[in-house]
């Protein structure tokens, strides 16, 4: 079954930066929809940014222009760098995969189907 293990989290001070990853195995990664999720306590899971099979990249609103998704396909990873982060940032961020045969997502839980366990994510200011 598919497998994804996020790591990279930790606690950094506001204008900090930190990047994730998500190891990606028994799974299509070149051609796969992947993104990036997080959740802060008492607060819904939100999209933060997806890729989808041609690489092109969709970000929420909060993190436009700080944060940039990206895929390693020789390493099968998933990266999320975070820039100038705020303390607004603080969550749990999971990495998400697709089904293999969809080549577009949206920044929707539904869209996804595999998941990570989750690597915390904590900025002070």
């Known amino acids: 079954q598919v497998q994804l293990v996020e790591s990279g989290g930790g606690s950094v001070q506001a204008g900090g930066s930190l990047r994730l990853s998500c190891a990606a195995s028994?799974?299509?990664?070149?051609?796969?929809?992947m993104g990036w999720f997080r959740q802060a306590p008492g607060k819904e899971r939100e999209g933060v940014a997806a890729?989808?099979?041609?690489?092109?990249?969709t970000y929420s609103d909060s993190v436009k222009g700080r944060f940039t998704i990206s895929k390693d396909n020789a390493k099968a990873t998933l990266y999320l760098q975070m820039n100038s982060l705020k303390p607004e940032d603080t969550a749990m961020y999971y990495c998400?995969?697709?089904?293999?045969?969809?080549?577009?997502?949206?920044?929707?839980?539904?869209?996804?189907?595999?998941w990570g366990q989750g690597t915390q994510v904590t900025v002070s200011s």
């Open positions: 998400a995969a697709a089904l293999e045969w969809m080549t577009w997502v949206r920044l929707a839980s539904s869209d996804f189907t595999y």
């Open positions: 028994r799974y299509s990664y070149s051609s796969g929809c």
């Open positions: 890729i989808d099979s041609d690489g092109i990249p």
